[in-house]
C-alpha cells in the first residue's frame, strides 16, 4: 500500500513520461534514484531502531534479574551492549537526518516535475483559461445576487424547505 506522497510522485512521474525531452528523463531517472536511497535510508533506520531497542534490552535484562548487577555482571559484556547500543543510536540520528535530507531533495525534484509538466501542457494546450472568482467577503449569509432564485418545495413530511437555484 502507498502513501499519498508515493502516489502523488507516481502521478508526475506518469505525467513526465508524455514529454519525450531528455530533461524529462532525466528527471525521471533522479526522482526515482532518490525514492530507491530514501527507501534504503528508512530500512537502515529501523534496523538501527531494533539495535537500539536490543540494547536497550541488554542493559535492563541483567538489571532486573541479578543480584549485585554492577558488581556481578561481565564487564566485557556490558561494554559490547553499552558500545552497540550508543553506536546504533548515533546511526539512528544520522539515517534520520538523511532520510530528511533525501524528502527534501525528493521534494525540490517534484516540484521542478510539477513546472516541466505545465510548461508541456501549456506546450501542448495553450494558456490555462482562468475565471475571475467573486470576493466572497462582499457577500454575506442570505444576501442575495442577481443569480439567485428562492424555490419554494412543499413536501408531505416537512411544511416548507427553501432552496437557492441559479439561473443558467
Not at 500500500?1 to 512521474?13: A, C, G, V
Not at 533525501?102 to 510539477?114: A, S
Not at 483559461?129 to 428562492?150: C, F, I, K, S
Request: glycine letters at 6%.
Amino acid at each position: 500500500m502507498m502513501s499519498e506522497h508515493q502516489t502523488q510522485t507516481e502521478f508526475l512521474k506518469h505525467c513526465l513520461r508524455y514529454d519525450e525531452s531528455v530533461a524529462c528523463q532525466k528527471l525521471e531517472q533522479e526522482i526515482g534514484q532518490i525514492q530507491r536511497d530514501e527507501c534504503c535510508v528508512w530500512h537502515a533506520v529501523w534496523l538501527m531502531a531494533i539495535l537500539t531497542a536490543l540494547a536497550a534490552a541488554g542493559f535492563v535484562y541483567p538489571a532486573i534479574l541479578l543480584k549485585n548487577f554492577p558488581y556481578s555482571a561481565p564487564h566485557f559484556i556490558m561494554n559490547l551492549i553499552f558500545a552497540l547500543g550508543v553506536g546504533s543510536l548515533i546511526s539512528l540520528l544520522a539515517f534520520v537526518g538523511l532520510g530528511v535530507v533525501y524528502r527534501i531533495r525528493l521534494d525540490q525534484r517534484r516540484e521542478k516535475c510539477r513546472q516541466l509538466i505545465a510548461r508541456f501542457l501549456e506546450s501542448r494546450l495553450g494558456k490555462p483559461v482562468t475565471t475571475p472568482l467573486r470576493n466572497m467577503r462582499d457577500h454575506h449569509v442570505g444576501e442575495e445576487d442577481e443569480r439567485t432564485v428562492r424555490v419554494a418545495n412543499k413536501t408531505k413530511d416537512s411544511p416548507v424547505k427553501i432552496e437557492s437555484a441559479a439561473k443558467g
